[in-house]
């Protein structure tokens, strides 16, 4: 298990890495989304998620029948609800926002209202009347931990998970590629659209009003190159689009990890190209989650989630696309080797700030000098 000095309730020392949090503005900001039902609804039509989440906990039973669950973030309570027609004991919803109201009908019009107990809190502030054998969440965001939300969870096993529990989901990883993609020429004509129409503003101002703008013209151009260039976009690809080996920036065993470990993430990678005359435009990066239980309590099934780039469509998660500008020219044979590192957004702890710093290498092994890109996930 990981350690408990991660900030929540029941910890004694929060962690250095873990912000304070304003719980007024994180709601404002975040929860409140969560609590209308056409949001639930974009989640609950994404079937590469509802199945996944349904097969593990069909398929595996024996971690729920006669257990008691935790479900971190419930939502509209379909997956608590999944628990108790499992077997399940007894079923803890906590979910932090008044969807909550919605869940506890849901549940009653299942017929499950004497398994299900819907809380209405957040999770660090919540107390159980027992340890829970099970806790399973959908806790994961964009580019997996985008939304933090993962804290949470964490928060959870840390004081309420008994020694032999399992986790829904029980592991996670990363994943980094190389793309080509039309879309940052197609941002960068963006920019100098807006940049054009800046300085027809410009001369309109001064001869309307006798006020010469064009100080802030610098200023303007690096708020349209954030926009545009140097925040992440989310876009469904088609796996053609990759034409560089996927890498792994992180794995994490859900029983283990620390929000420590979260804050910040940094890899090193190589991707060898597999692709003649082409561009890197952008890097995609995706996530995968595994449902395997744990080394004492197996699945019996295991069941991948996973959010990578699928020519039949994909999740509601898509891939987050980070633009490099200008894009790297390549032919098959040759490799990029990657420094990665993510930390969170000092604005705001679930937003992301990504720095990739690329270094092409030759079949010939000749290497050029390192192109560093920064990207926000906003």
């Known amino acids: ?47 590469v998620r509802m199945d996944a989440y349904f097969h593990a906990v069909s398929r595996n039973k024996h971690h729920f029948r006669d257990k008691a669950v935790l479900d971190v973030g419930t939502g509209s309570g379909i997956l608590a609800i999944w628990c108790a027609q499992a077997g399940a004991r007894k079923v803890y919803a906590v979910e932090a926002t008044k969807m909550a109201d919605h869940a506890r009908e849901l549940v009653k019009g299942n017929g499950v209202d004497d398994i299900v107990e819907v809380i209405e809190g957040s999770m660090e502030d919540v107390v159980l009347p027992e340890k829970v054998d099970v806790i399973i969440s959908e806790w994961m965001g964009y580019f997996l931990l985008r939304e933090s939300m993962f804290d949470s969870v964490i928060c959870a096993r840390d004081r309420w998970l008994k020694p ?31 940049m054009n129409d800046w300085r027809s503003f410009i001369e309109e101002t001064e001869s309307y009003y006798g006020v010469n703008m064009s100080v802030l013209t610098k200023a303007y ?10 925040t992440s976009l989310w876009c469904n690809l088609d796996p053609h689009q990759i034409i560089g080996t996927p890498a792994v920036i992180k794995e994490m065993d859900c029983l283990q990890a620390t929000v420590d470990e979260i804050c910040t993430v940094t890899s090193q990678l190589v991707h060898p190209i ?21 080394e004492q309590n197996p699945a019996k099934d295991e069941v991948e989630l996973n959010t990578a780039p699928d020519k039949d469509g994909g999740t509601h998660w898509g891939q987050q696309v980070f633009l490099v500008n200008p894009p ?51």
């Open 164 to 194: 032999d529990g399992v986790m829904y989901p029980s592991h996670a990883r990363m994943w980094l590629a190389p793309i080509r993609s039309g879309l940052t020429d197609q941002k960068m004509d963006e920019v100098n659209c807006s």
């Open 1 to 47: 298990m990981g350690t408990r000095e991660n900030g929540c309730a029941g910890s004694t020392q929060p962690s250095a890495a873990a912000p304070q949090v304003d719980k007024g503005v994180d709601f404002a900001n975040y929860f409140c989304t969560y609590g209308y039902l056409y949001h639930q609804k974009e989640m609950l039509s994404d079937r």
């Open 274 to 294: 597999n692709i003649d005359r082409s561009r890197i435009s952008a890097y995609a990066g995706w996530f995968d989650v595994q449902f395997k239980g744990s």
């Open 328 to 378: 790297i020219r390549v032919n098959e044979g040759d490799k990029v080797n990657v420094s990665f590192k993510m930390s969170r957004a000092k604005q705001y702890h679930r937003l992301m700030d990504i720095e990739i710093i690329s270094e092409l290498e030759l079949s010939s092994g000749k290497r050029f000098p390192p192109v560093t890109t920064k990207v926000a996930i906003e």
């Open 221 to 230: 151009r690096e708020e349209n190159e954030k926009y545009f260039l140097k």
